[in-house]
């Protein structure tokens, strides 16, 4: 009946701007500070519950995966960009008999990235530039999976 969790976690850094005005209200300066990190996961809640008359489990299993899809520009400050962090999850309570394994597949994630190589100077170049740089688009598609086998251990 206890719940058992399994994480993996990693964090990111970021920079964060903050501008600074005069009295008229024009901007003076802008410093750069690192953001509040940020945490992604994958865990897994699993939650047994033992039927020893029918030598069955009752697992109810919560798992949580959050990624960094992108990073966002600030409006203000283009060169500062914000994670922008997805969050996917699902319950489901499974009845499985002692020994048997399970498969449970359904948080699929879909993630495009663009990356634009441009040659110095020329590729920056209004209306023209375009024949100088070239954009790199890359698409990638995955599934979690949860493979479980239960086995029920009498105390001896």
Do not use: C
């Amino acid at each position: 009946g206890e719940t058992a969790l399994f994480n993996y976690s990693k964090t990111y850094k970021w920079w964060e701007a903050t501008p600074y005005f005069d009295s008229e209200g024009k901007l003076t300066h802008t410093t750069y500070s690192l953001g509040e990190p940020v945490e992604v996961k994958i865990s897994l809640e699993v939650t047994p519950q033992i039927d020893t008359e029918e030598k069955e489990v009752v697992v109810t299993l919560h798992p949580i995966v959050e990624d960094i899809i992108d990073w966002v520009e600030q409006p203000d400050y283009p060169d500062v960009k914000v994670p922008n962090v997805s969050k996917e999850e699902l319950t489901t309570k499974l009845r499985i008999k002692d020994g048997d394994t399970i498969a449970i597949g359904g948080l699929m994630k879909k993630k495009e990235e663009s990356r634009i190589t441009k040659i110095p100077i020329l590729g920056s170049i209004p209306l023209l530039g375009y024949l100088f740089r070239k954009t790199d688009i890359s698409k990638s598609k995955t599934e979690l999976i949860i493979f479980l086998t239960v086995r029920i251990i009498s105390p001896e």
